[in-house]
């Protein structure tokens, strides 16, 4: 069974830390991709940091601010969080994809950050 399982989430200061860590299990075939999507309150789900054939990839609102790492020894991803915002408050979901085999697209069932000022 596919899974991917997020863990780390919880509440920080802003100004703090915070990593968010996701675990990749059941796949027959490497995701080409993996990565995180976030979802605050009343708005839509964007791109906060995807690694694509080793390539990270950015959203505009965390650039510079939130590192991803990919671990492919482990199937392991991992968002840190620096500097933390409040507008960084939000259901941060962990997403696999990849072709080989098929076409295949996995979304964890997300974790909350909660950041205050």
């Known amino acids: 069974q596919v899974q991917l399982v997020e863990s780390g989430g919880g509440s920080a200061q802003a100004g703090g830390s915070l990593r968010l860590s996701c675990v990749a299990s059941?796949?027959?075939?490497?995701?080409?991709?993996i990565g995180w999507y976030r979802q605050a309150p009343g708005k839509k789900r964007e791109l906060v940091a995807t690694?694509?054939?080793?390539?990270?990839n950015y959203g505009d609102s965390v650039k510079g601010r939130l590192i991803i790492s990919r671990d492919n020894t482990k199937d392991m991803v991992y968002l840190q969080m620096n500097s933390p915002k409040p507008e960084d408050t939000a259901v941060y979901y962990c997403?696999?994809?990849?072709?080989?085999?098929?076409?295949?697209?996995?979304w964890g069932q997300g974790i909350q950050v909660t950041v205050s000022a």
């Open positions: 997403k696999a994809w990849g072709s080989v085999g098929g076409n295949f697209d996995e």
């Open positions: 059941g796949f027959k075939y490497r995701p080409t991709g």
């Open positions: 690694v694509w054939s080793g390539r990270p």
